[in-house]
């Protein structure tokens, strides 16, 4: 259409070029050929057990490091890899690195007990998730127990064949983890129903929890929920030790924060685990 309007039509007509439309546009162009050009690599951040220090495992996080925008964080390039769909061939490569290290790991002395993979709603959506997780865990030989996937409460409760998919994903071994929870909107009645191991309590109760009564009583009462439901509670966005000490205090046993160490590339995480001979 702003082609018909002659040569200078599309600086003038197309409403979304602003600025921020631009911008927006350069950016999905480089997000698509992010990973041939092998821009994209995996952190991990550990998961320890409060009261012993014990690595108990470790969750995969996505970065972008672009040679000219340099690195852009998750927050900026996975909604836009959602809305663009670019998030399938995304997911589906963070899945297979984040196996093959659990794999790579072990072979190199360090055993790490379980690893934590981020989905999206919209992986959802394309044909069979399950196939694909299938794949990925036959092809790197990783034990499917070892694998847990977080999905957020909008992404249980906004995808139309949620239960059908996750009920999949348990029946081939696969855990499932609620990632920031409390946050959105779940029905506990159909929480009940999700064969679900692990809510993470969202870092956002966290900051403030030995001053904020609020706070406090939200983490609580999501710790509660959890054991009545004998669901493994983990708190993310744990800074401080007096945060740690006060979900030892009630009765949350894991953590994963800043606290205990920010994400980190694979290589370090051998450094800093790796038994000692
Ligand atoms: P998330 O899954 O809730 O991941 C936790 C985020 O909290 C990470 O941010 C992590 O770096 C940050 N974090 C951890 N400990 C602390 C702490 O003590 N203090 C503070 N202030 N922050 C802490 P990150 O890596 O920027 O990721 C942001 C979000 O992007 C993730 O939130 C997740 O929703 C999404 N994401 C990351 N990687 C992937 C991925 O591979 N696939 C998908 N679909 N989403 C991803
Ligand atoms: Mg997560
Ligand atoms: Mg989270
Ligand atoms: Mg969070």
Same mark, same amino acid.
């Given at each position: 259409?702003?082609?018909?309007?002659?040569?200078?039509?599309?600086?003038?007509?197309?409403?979304?070029?602003?600025?921020?439309?631009?911008?927006?546009?350069?950016?999905?162009?480089?997000?698509?050929?992010?990973?041939?050009?092998?821009?994209?690599?995996?952190?991990?951040?550990?998961?320890?057990?409060?009261?012993?220090?014990?690595?108990?495992?470790?969750?995969?996080?996505?970065?972008?490091?672009?040679?000219?925008?340099?690195?852009?964080?998750?927050?900026?390039?996975?909604?836009?890899?959602?809305?663009?769909?670019?998030?399938?061939?995304?997911?589906?490569?963070?899945?297979?690195?984040?196996?093959?290290?659990?794999?790579?790991?072990?072979?190199?002395?360090?055993?790490?007990?379980?690893?934590?993979?981020?989905?999206?709603?919209?992986?959802?959506?394309?044909?069979?998730?399950?196939?694909?997780?299938?794949?990925?865990?036959?092809?790197?030989?990783?034990?499917?127990?070892?694998?847990?996937?977080?999905?957020?409460? %909008? !992404? @249980?409760?906004?995808?139309?064949?949620?239960?059908?998919?996750?009920?999949? =994903?348990?029946?081939? *071994?696969?855990? &499932? +983890?609620?990632?920031?929870?409390?946050?959105?909107?779940?029905?506990?009645?159909?929480?009940?129903?999700?064969?679900?191991?692990?809510?993470?309590?969202?870092?956002?109760?966290?900051?403030?929890?030995?001053?904020?009564?609020?706070?406090?009583?939200?983490?609580?009462?999501?710790?509660?929920?959890?054991?009545?439901?004998?669901? %493994? !509670? @983990?708190?993310?966005?744990?800074?401080?030790?007096?945060?740690?000490?006060? =979900?030892?205090?009630? *009765?949350?046993? &894991? +953590?994963?924060?800043?606290?205990?160490?920010?994400?980190?590339?694979?290589?370090?995480?051998?450094?800093?685990?790796?038994?000692?001979?």
């Amino acid at each position: 259409q702003a082609k018909a309007r002659g040569r200078n039509g599309y600086s003038f007509y197309a409403p979304s070029m602003t600025g921020e439309g631009v911008e927006r546009l350069r950016l999905e162009t480089f997000l698509r050929r992010s990973i041939e050009k092998d821009e994209v690599f995996l952190n991990y951040q550990p998961q320890v057990e409060i009261d012993t220090g014990r690595l108990v495992g470790v969750e995969a996080l996505v970065r972008w490091n672009h040679p000219e925008l340099g690195p852009v964080p998750p927050v900026r390039f996975i909604p836009l890899a959602e809305d663009t769909g670019f998030i399938n061939q995304l997911g589906k490569w963070v899945l297979f690195e984040a196996c093959r290290q659990m794999v790579r790991w072990q072979a190199d002395g360090l055993y790490v007990p379980k690893i934590a993979v981020n989905l999206s709603a919209k992986q959802f959506e394309r044909g069979s998730i399950v196939n694909m997780v299938s794949a990925i865990l036959r092809e790197t030989g990783l034990e499917p127990q070892r694998l847990q996937l977080e999905v957020t409460e %909008s !992404v @249980i409760m906004n995808t139309g064949d949620a239960l059908v998919f996750i009920n999949d =994903l348990h029946s081939i *071994g696969v855990g &499932l +983890a609620i990632d920031d929870f409390g946050t959105g909107y779940s029905s506990l009645a159909y929480l009940k129903q999700l064969p679900v191991q692990t809510l993470k309590i969202d870092r956002s109760f966290i900051k403030d929890i030995s001053t904020d009564p609020n706070d406090e009583a939200i983490a609580i009462a999501i710790i509660q929920l959890g054991k009545s439901m004998n669901l %493994s !509670v @983990i708190a993310e966005g744990v800074e401080t030790e007096e945060q740690a000490a006060f =979900l030892l205090r009630h *009765g949350c046993y &894991l +953590a994963q924060g800043y606290y205990y160490s920010r994400p980190v590339l694979s290589g370090d995480l051998l450094t800093r685990w790796r038994p000692k001979p």
